[in-house]
């Protein structure tokens, strides 16, 4: 589906075609960036 903007590995989707993350500021973030990194961390290294 999408890709991680942070360890660009690729992120898996539900049955409905929504992604196992999150998006931070219109930007696809993976759950194991967001279990290593604060909220803060990756809104710097996403901008």
């Given at each position: ?13 539900t ?27 990756i809104?710097?290294?996403v901008?």
């Amino acid at each position: 589906m999408v890709k991680c903007t942070i360890c660009k590995s690729q992120i898996q989707g539900t049955f409905l075609e929504k992604i196992n993350g999150t998006y931070v500021n219109k930007k696809p973030v993976c759950q194991a960036c967001q279990g290593k990194f604060s909220i803060k961390e990756i809104k710097e290294k996403v901008a």
